[in-house]
């Protein structure tokens, strides 16, 4: 799979994390796009090198889907705990 479709797959990836785990988002939709693109990046590499499953050449593939799509929501976790204050109102 080329970077473009796995840019793509990072777009729909990040926006299947943001239906999964609704709620504000401090860097709102362009956060969230860039940490789906990140996370099928890191849900990638981290597939292939602990699981032992290798990227697939195909775009349609289910465990490539999955594994983006877990590390969208991982990335999305970790930058809600480290930055999810950050637009709650001050009084």
Do not use: C, E, Q
């Not at 969230?32 to 699981?51: D, H, Q, R």
């Not at 991982?74 to 009084?91: D, K």
């Amino acid at each position: 799979m080329g970077i473009i479709a796995w840019i793509i797959l990072g777009l729909v990836a990040g926006a299947i994390a943001k239906a999964i785990l609704p709620g504000r988002d401090p860097g709102g939709l362009i956060g969230t796009t860039l940490i789906g693109v990140a996370g099928a990046f890191v849900g990638g590499w981290l597939s292939a090198k602990f699981f032992d499953r290798p990227i697939s050449k195909h775009f349609f593939d289910l465990p490539t889907w999955g594994a983006a799509i877990a590390g969208s929501l991982v990335l999305l976790v970790a930058y809600r705990i480290l930055f999810g204050n950050s637009r709650s109102s001050r009084n």
